[in-house]
């Protein structure tokens, strides 16, 4: 059961998603062909169950209840990468730990082409004994707010 969510991120700019078109090719020639292959199309999954390496066509909107995220391949234009899942405790689950633990994780990256961003899974199932139930989401974003369109880690 989702309770409670948070968002932070450096860039508010509206970017659309991404869509991924094939044809086939109608010209007839006499040389070889040669095989394009596309990126596979975008596709949607809720922003709690995001995985490290996900990359998003944009941040949903929690705060007003939005729960999915279009998912596109890193290759192709997008807004930010999943780079870590951090179990928490409940009472842990506010923005200075996410922005602590978010900025952290992101030294692993070449310095100055990235923000973090993050959004906070607080799955306060109290039926189970688990001392982590919420989750940090920490999501990569470009450092001037445009669009990345290659994975963050090469």
Same mark, same amino acid.
């Given at each position: ?11 508010? *700019? ?6 991924? %078109?094939?044809?086939? $090719? ?9 095989? &394009?292959?596309?990126?596979?199309? *975008? ?17 949903? *909107?929690?705060?007003?209840?939005? &729960? ?14 999943? +780079? ?10 506010? *923005? ?7 900025? $952290?994780?992101?030294?692993? +990256?070449?310095?100055?082409? +990235?923000?973090?961003? +993050? ?8 039926? %189970? ?26």
């Amino acid at each position: 059961m989702l309770t409670a969510a948070t968002l932070l991120t450096a860039c508010t *700019a509206t970017h659309d998603a991404v869509a991924v %078109s094939t044809g086939p $090719s109608s010209a007839a020639t006499s040389a070889p062909s040669s095989v &394009v292959t596309d990126a596979p199309a *975008a596709r949607t999954k809720n922003w709690f169950d995001l995985d490290v390496g996900d990359c998003v066509a944009e941040i949903p *909107a929690v705060e007003v209840g939005e &729960v999915s995220a279009t998912v596109v391949d890193c290759t192709t234009p997008h807004l930010a990468e999943v +780079y870590l899942r951090e179990p928490t405790a409940v009472d842990t689950a506010i *923005a200075d730990v996410a922005n602590r633990v978010c900025g $952290s994780a992101l030294a692993d +990256y070449p310095a100055g082409e +990235y923000v973090p961003a +993050y959004l906070i899974d607080s799955n306060q199932d109290r039926t %189970s004994d688990n001392p982590l139930p919420s989750t940090i989401i920490c999501l990569l974003q470009a450092s001037g707010g445009g669009q990345l369109d290659a994975p963050a880690r090469r």
